[in-house]
């Protein structure tokens, strides 16, 4: 089961700004770095964000995460009928296991 | 070019016995460690363990702990699922990932193989 909580769902016009929250504890999010991903569903996941903020090469800036306390959000800036798909947080856990969140599908209406 | 390539659907009757694999290439397959990611039919991602391909030492997430073996042939670089015991609540999508490094964090995946689809039904 997931011990990191995410909306179920958000929604946004093209070119709007959503944002997706990621609701941890102080064993996972408030002791590690947080992770972002994209994932459709029967594809590869794709690392979105890693270490809270930081972008890898080829994801576009339109994309930001950031951290505080327990819990921590990814933004989509500009959105794109591309940006249609599920995201998932990550974190790691003091019991010594790699926690997601429960994921969030985001629409563009 | 770094890539994981999993083999392809499975079709399994209960109490049988399966291994998948995730063949890599692009990179040294000893330097990063491999983990298994479960998704459940219309659910979200389960991270169910990992091994260090460099010596094989593994751990798993007590949720799969004795349900699932994983193991690596270093000759061919490739990471292996394993079960002994199939179960109709086995029926999944699994994913094997990369551990990523960077110079300030770590336990993230930065690379995944595109999913074996499990199905096990009597």
């Known amino acids: 089961q997931s011990v990191l909580t995410q909306p179920p769902s958000v929604s946004g016009a093209p070119g709007q700004r959503v944002t997706i929250s990621c609701i941890g504890s102080?064993?996972?999010?408030?002791?590690?770095?947080v992770h972002w991903y994209q994932h459709l569903p029967g594809t590869a996941p794709k690392l979105l964000i890693y270490?809270?903020?930081n972008r890898p090469s080829g994801v576009p800036d339109r994309f930001s995460g950031s951290k505080s306390g327990t819990s921590a959000s990814l933004a989509i800036t500009g959105l794109q009928a591309e940006d249609e798909t599920d995201y998932y947080c990550?974190?790691?856990?003091?019991?010594?296991?790699?926690?997601f969140g429960t994921g969030t599908k985001v629409t563009v209406l | 070019e770094v890539q994981l390539v999993q083999s392809g659907a499975e079709v399994k009757k209960p109490g049988e016995s399966l291994r998948i694999s995730c063949k890599v290439s692009?990179?040294?397959?000893?330097?990063?460690?491999i983990h298994w990611v479960r998704q459940m039919p219309g659910k979200g991602l389960e991270w169910m363990g990992t091994?260090?391909?460099?010596?094989?030492?593994?751990y798993f997430s007590p949720s799969f702990q004795g349900h699932v073996s994983i193991s690596v042939d270093r000759s061919i670089s490739t990471a292996y699922l394993q079960w002994t015991n199939l179960k109709a609540s086995d029926s999944a999508m699994y994913y094997c990932?990369?551990?990523?490094?960077?110079?300030?964090?770590?336990?993230?995946?930065?690379?995944w193989g595109q999913g074996t689809l499990v199905t096990v039904s009597s």
């Open positions: 692009g990179y040294s397959f000893t330097t990063y460690w």
């Open positions: 270490g809270n903020s």
């Open positions: 091994i260090d391909p460099s010596d094989s030492y593994t």
């Open positions: 102080s064993s996972n999010i408030g002791a590690y770095d």
């Open positions: 990550q974190s790691y856990d003091s019991s010594l296991s790699y926690v």
């Open positions: 990932s990369r551990r990523g490094t960077a110079a300030a964090t770590k336990n993230f995946f930065d690379s």
